[in-house]
């Protein structure tokens, strides 16, 4: 079984300019995560897709950063501008989506950002 | 508003030993509790869970211990190997609805041979 894929899986990119993360989850799961993950902490929850509709986004600087997914597979999360601080990896974790009883979350390799 | 502390930061066992992490949680209407491991450049992968319902869960060289009254749990790496050098996260969740995980700032574990 094809685990979650993501890419690219490092960008450089200056302040003040835009950039944009994709994920495919693995197959079959409903709810769909992005996590930032700043050096040294651990992951914190940007927002969470149920099929394609938003669970949650209550940590998401919706100033900024946006995300969709559509057709409730792949998804992107977009930075619009990027500021010095959201240099972190970003993750993307998938889950059947089952809301009756925990379901585990499997997650892709992230993508490293740095900006400059 | 951290709700899950985990401590040490940093850890240095020798192999064979026995590695430690703790975690203390405040949102008792967590009752799920996770450990992850995570590897240089990859994601985290699910270690060992357990549920509140029971006070230890063990699996091959791994244990969490878990005391309710005290909001605690631990992980208990037994006989450690180099190959456990990683970092460890404690997570909590509720096992019901939209299942998000709070997790904790990690530990950096390094086994030396």
């Known amino acids: 079984e094809a685990g979650v894929a993501q890419s690219p899986r490092y960008k450089i990119i200056e302040k003040r300019q835009s950039v944009a993360f994709w994920c495919n989850p693995i197959s079959g799961h409903a709810t769909l995560y992005w996590y930032q993950q700043i050096l040294g902490q651990g992951p914190k929850l940007l927002i969470q897709f149920q099929n394609n509709g938003v669970v949650d986004d209550s940590q998401l600087p919706k100033d900024r950063f946006s995300a969709e997914r559509l057709k409730g597979v792949d998804s992107t999360l977009k930075i619009q501008p990027a500021k010095l601080e959201d240099s972190a990896v970003y993750l993307c974790?998938?889950?059947?989506?089952?809301?009756?009883?925990?379901?585990?979350?499997?997650f892709g390799p992230g993508t490293r950002l740095t900006v400059l | 508003q951290q709700q899950v502390k985990q401590s040490p930061q940093s850890l240095i066992v020798q192999k064979g030993g026995i590695s430690i992490i703790n975690c203390a949680y405040e949102?008792?209407?967590?009752?799920?509790f996770p450990w992850y491991q995570q590897f240089p450049g990859k994601g985290p992968a699910l270690l060992i869970a357990?549920?509140?319902?029971?006070s230890e869960k063990k699996e091959g060289r791994f244990t969490i211990s878990f005391n309710k009254s005290a909001k605690q749990f631990s992980l208990h790496i037994m006989d450690s190997q180099p190959g456990d050098s990683a970092t460890y996260f404690c997570?909590?969740?509720?096992?019901?609805?939209?299942?998000?995980?709070?997790f904790g700032k990690g530990t950096m574990l390094l086994v030396s041979p």
């Open positions: 997570a909590a969740s509720m096992s019901s609805g939209y299942s998000t995980l709070t």
């Open positions: 357990i549920r509140p319902d029971v």
């Open positions: 949102n008792t209407a967590f009752d799920y």
């Open positions: 974790a998938s889950s059947l989506g089952d809301t009756f009883s925990y379901n585990e979350q499997f």
